[in-house]
């Protein structure tokens, strides 16, 4: 929609946002950071969820700058007047109409980058969850010998089982059958 818009207020325009061309390069970001975010959503390998998170991020740099560019031209703090070299009444008057249109342009955009800024935020948030590992325990190992004592490596949130502590399998329920014996020991 970015894209197509800029197209059509850049035939004969005179604003920010035209003139710095970020209906062309904006759009081409976002349409990356989109693509990038689906494959990435797809196929959930790392290398890619970190380039997506890294294109949101800068999908929302990019939003970020639009915005403010596009207000400035809806607002008209930055006025490009309308130049009558024929006074012409009519001229002047589809001047200023065509300005008015031009305004409802950029504000249109305003809301689209807008809203491609808040959602740039929140997959990018997302990419950062999923590729983040700073909530999660380290796994922990419990080594179990022959004799069936338990090392000190367990961290100290794991349950120990000593001697003084009855087995959790003594208390099963004698109909069941022994579970297999244990032969090897897995890390």
């Known amino acids: 929609m970015t894209l197509l818009f800029g197209i059509v207020m850049a035939i004969n325009a005179d604003t ?3 003139f710095s061309g970020f209906f062309i390069w904006g759009a081409l970001i976002y349409i990356a950071a989109g693509s990038l975010t ?3 959503g797809k196929s959930l390998n790392r290398c890619q969820v970190i380039a997506a998170l890294v294109l949101c991020v800068i999908a ?3 939003a970020c700058i639009a915005t403010i560019l596009y207000s400035l031209d809806a607002s008209g703090i930055l006025y490009f007047p309308c130049y009558d070299y024929n006074h012409d009444y009519s001229w002047h008057n589809s001047c200023y109409t065509y300005k008015s249109r031009t305004h409802g342009f950029s504000g249109v955009f305003v809301v689209f980058h807008l809203l ?4 740039s935020i929140t997959v990018a948030a997302f990419c950062c969850s999923a590729t983040c590992n700073c909530g999660e325990q380290a796994p922990s190992y419990v080594l179990v010998t022959a004799d069936t004592s338990v090392t000190s490596q367990a961290p100290p949130s794991a349950p120990l089982y000593t001697d003084r502590q009855p087995h959790p399998e003594e208390s099963r329920d004698p109909t069941l059958a022994p579970p297999p014996p244990y032969t090897a020991v897995v890390n």
């Open 16 to 18: 920010l946002g035209v």
């Open 38 to 40: 689906v494959a990435a």
């Open 60 to 62: 929302a740099v990019a």
């Open 116 to 119: 491609a800024l808040i959602v």
